[in-house]
């Protein structure tokens, strides 16, 4: 049972144009929801996160969005920088279960 | 401020083995966690470690067992090794509080291989 869903493998943008990733989650008792960044031979790092009970978080050129009615949540990057070409994780956490759940991953590749 | 270190890096076992993976958390951090990520899956969570007790386990058989040290390290021990074990194992270090938000910390890994 997949409670965090990440549909798109991949996804390709050119450089200086906005790339949006999106998620889904099954499970409405979520408390956070995050955005990891992975580089190829590198562990995941944290990108940034958004309460359950907000609806928007930004942080310099990202920004994440959380539609708790819709169970959606998406990252949005602009621009978008050939730098940021990586696998991005959503990961999702009920505070009292003490375990992040991530979904498959989405591989951005921004063109130059 | 060091960050969280894993050793080894790269590892080959065969099927039946046992296998043993170390992780150093990041300065100031006292709970760490597992995670297992197969090749095109996103990391799977193993168990966690906070205090030097086990506080939290993901859907893996008992073969699958670790260990918190004092100092906050941690070991990942695997016994009869499977095919599919073969995989990425993270090892992630917060504090308590940012672990609860989900705010982790990933060494580079270790990459085990099931032969």
């Known amino acids: 049972d997949q409670q965090v869903k990440q549909n798109s493998p991949s996804l390709s943008v050119q450089e200086g144009r906005i790339s949006i990733l999106n998620c889904d989650y099954t499970n409405s008792m979520f408390d956070y929801f995050l955005w990891y960044k992975k580089y190829p031979a590198e562990g995941p790092t944290f990108l940034i996160s958004?309460?359950?009970?907000?609806d928007k978080n930004e942080d310099g050129r990202f920004t994440v969005f959380l539609n708790k009615s819709a169970k959606h949540l998406s990252l949005h990057i602009v621009p978008s920088q050939p730098g940021d070409s990586a696998v991005y994780f959503c990961?999702?956490?009920?505070?009292?279960?003490?375990?992040?759940?991530f979904g498959p991953g989405t591989s951005l590749s921004v063109i130059p | 401020e060091t960050g969280v270190t894993q050793s080894p890096t790269h590892l080959i076992k065969t099927r039946g083995q046992q296998v043993t993976l170390r992780c150093s958390s990041q300065s100031g951090h006292n709970t760490v966690s597992w995670y297992q990520q197969a090749l095109g899956q996103g990391p799977q969570f193993i168990f966690q470690?906070?205090?030097?007790?086990?506080?939290g386990r993901g859907n893996f058989p008992p073969r699958f067992s670790g260990l918190q040290f004092p100092n906050y390290s941690s070991e990942l021990n695997v016994n009869a090794l499977e095919l599919d074990d073969s995989a990425l194992y993270l090892c992630?270090?917060?504090?308590?509080?940012?672990?609860?938000?989900?705010?982790?910390?990933f060494g580079e890994g270790s990459r085990l291989t099931v032969l």
């Open positions: 470690y906070y205090r030097e007790e086990e506080n």
């Open positions: 958004i309460s359950s009970i907000k």
């Open positions: 990961a999702a956490v009920k505070t009292s279960y003490d375990k992040v759940i």
């Open positions: 992630a270090s917060s504090t308590r509080l940012a672990g609860a938000a989900g705010e982790l910390f």
